[in-house]
């Protein structure tokens, strides 16, 4: 139980585009969203938070504009890089977690985005 | 300064081996305590947790953990170490009150044959 996936795993843009990445909870319902950014051999960069129907709480730094998030199901929220740069290629990686898993995220498998 | 503390940036052992990683928090409450282990261009899988209760905790793939609230640790430990545990491990933890995850740097574990 408790699987997260992501979609899609890797993905290649030209510089000025946006890119859409998807994050679903398979087998419970998402309550709570979260969105990091991993640089190489670093650890999670948180960059938002998202309740279902609700706004995404963005960490201090991260450009609300550039990293849209909705979170418009319990199963599913989307982060979208807008206008993308070289310098947003990262490692996305989404987690999730909802009523009955006790504070616990769940991790997916990780977005890895290259910007041309 | 509230922080999540991984002294070892890389640890190498070798294969049969037993391991232990350190993790020291520091916080004002004893917080919520993980472990997650990541491969190479992986997400995160959850290794164990530790809320409240037994201090020893079992998690999967043979690892646990203990908490030790008068050194505020929670040091992982396997006995013996198999080659697909090589991986990246992070400490993370929630603090009393919030529901945001925070993570140690990560200790890089290399096994060897």
């Known amino acids: 139980g408790a699987v997260v996936s992501q979609h899609p795993s890797r993905v290649i843009c030209k510089s000025g585009t946006s890119v859409k990445i998807e994050c679903r909870s398979l087998?419970?319902?998402?309550?709570?969203m979260f969105w990091y950014r991993q640089f190489p051999k670093q650890s999670l960069m948180l960059m938002a938070t998202?309740?279902?129907?609700?706004?995404?709480?963005?960490e201090q730094g991260v450009e609300k504009d550039k990293f849209l998030i909705n979170h418009a199901s319990l199963t599913l929220s989307t982060l979208t890089v807008t206008s993308a740069h070289p310098e947003d290629s990262s490692f996305y990686i989404c987690?999730?977690?909802?009523?009955?898993?006790?504070?616990?995220?769940?991790f997916g498998p990780g977005t890895r985005l290259t910007v041309l | 300064a509230q922080s999540v503390t991984q002294p070892d940036i890389h640890i190498t052992v070798s294969e049969g081996a037993s391991l232990e990683l350190r993790c020291n928090y520091s916080?004002?409450?004893?917080?919520?305590l993980f472990w997650y282990v990541q491969s190479p261009g992986q997400g995160l899988q959850l290794l164990l947790k530790?809320?409240?209760?037994?201090?020893l905790v079992q998690g999967i793939k043979g690892f646990e953990a203990e908490f030790k609230r008068s050194q505020s640790s929670f040091n992982l430990r396997k006995p013996s170490v198999h080659w697909s545990d090589a991986a990246e491990y992070f400490c993370?933890?929630?603090?009393?009150?919030?529901?945001?995850?925070?993570f140690g740097t990560g200790t890089r574990l290399t096994v060897i044959p």
């Open positions: 987690s999730a977690t909802g009523w009955d898993l006790t504070d616990t995220q769940y």
């Open positions: 087998d419970f319902q998402a309550t709570t």
């Open positions: 998202s309740n279902e129907g609700s706004k995404a709480t963005y």
């Open positions: 916080y004002g409450a004893t917080p919520y």
């Open positions: 530790y809320f409240s209760g037994d201090t």
């Open positions: 993370a933890v929630v603090p009393t009150g919030a529901n945001n995850l925070f």
